[in-house]
């Protein structure tokens, strides 16, 4: 009776690291789908680790009187792994996050309307707020997660993978892989720059390019920096609308 038992338990494990090795494609496939639609502060390495936990414990958990296949399960539970980790990880609650899209959405419906840069008296019209209250939702939006011009800068060839700075790109730092795919989306980037207001440029010149802190930029500007948040804040959330078209 022992020996079986030893048999059975020695069959099973050489079952559950067969079926770990023959599933690990799922991880890396559910990974990058995720990793697309992600900005690139969330790291493809992470999401693999996570989906590789939830792909070992859908083996451990895994019941075929369920009448479910190993592999469905699998992919379930690899979902839901990378599903609590990116809730772990999000800096944003879900009012806040609802308060970058209504922005971001007025924004972009303001300048398809009429072909020019929103203002900030707009945009406030738009969402039903005051002037004081829309730069305390851009106060709070900084202060919740910084956002980033490096969220946009990803290959349209590989998503996934691609992890490369704003500051390197403006910089000439190319690889020869995503010159074409860089190119490209700087002369976007560009663009949407251009549609800008005089001060929102000088803050992207002085931030990307000059690298100066945004309270370095206050004194150059003679602004708070708690103004200077809040016009950087609402410069990527303008930006962002103005490149939905480019990635959809």
């Not at 030893?6 to 990974?31: F, G, M, P, T």
């Not at 639609?37 to 590789?52: K, T």
């Not at 020019?116 to 707009?122: G, R």
Request: net charge positive.
């Amino acid at each position: 009776m022992r020996l079986r038992y030893q048999e059975n338990k020695a069959d099973k494990a050489q079952w559950r690291e067969k079926s770990i090795i023959e599933y690990s494609y799922l991880v890396k496939h559910i990974a990058a789908r995720f990793s697309m639609r992600l900005p690139s502060s969330v790291f493809f390495d992470e999401l693999v680790s996570a989906g590789s936990l939830g792909l070992i414990d859908a083996v451990d958990k895994f019941d075929s009187s369920k009448h479910v296949s190993l592999k469905t399960y699998a992919q379930y539970r690899i979902k839901g792994a990378i599903l609590d980790e990116l809730r772990r990880k999000d800096t944003y609650s879900r009012s806040m996050r609802k308060k970058i899209q209504d922005i971001t959405r007025a924004v972009k419906t303001i300048e398809d309307s009429k072909g020019a840069p929103a203002t900030d008296e707009e945009i406030c019209r738009a969402l039903g707020v005051t002037l004081e209250a829309y730069y305390d939702m851009l106060t709070h939006i900084h202060r919740g997660s910084v956002l980033s011009l490096d969220d946009f800068i990803k290959t349209k060839k590989n998503e996934a993978y691609s992890k490369t700075s704003f500051q390197s790109n403006i910089k000439g730092d190319e690889t020869p892989v995503d010159l074409f795919d860089k190119k490209e989306l700087k002369s976007v980037l560009a663009d949407s720059i251009k549609t800008l207001t005089q001060k929102e440029q000088m803050v992207v010149s002085l931030y990307y390019y000059d690298e100066l802190t945004l309270k370095e930029i206050g004194e150059v500007l003679s602004l708070t920096e708690s103004r200077i948040c809040q016009i950087h804040t609402a410069i990527l959330t303008k930006l962002k609308a103005g490149l939905q078209d480019y990635f959809h």
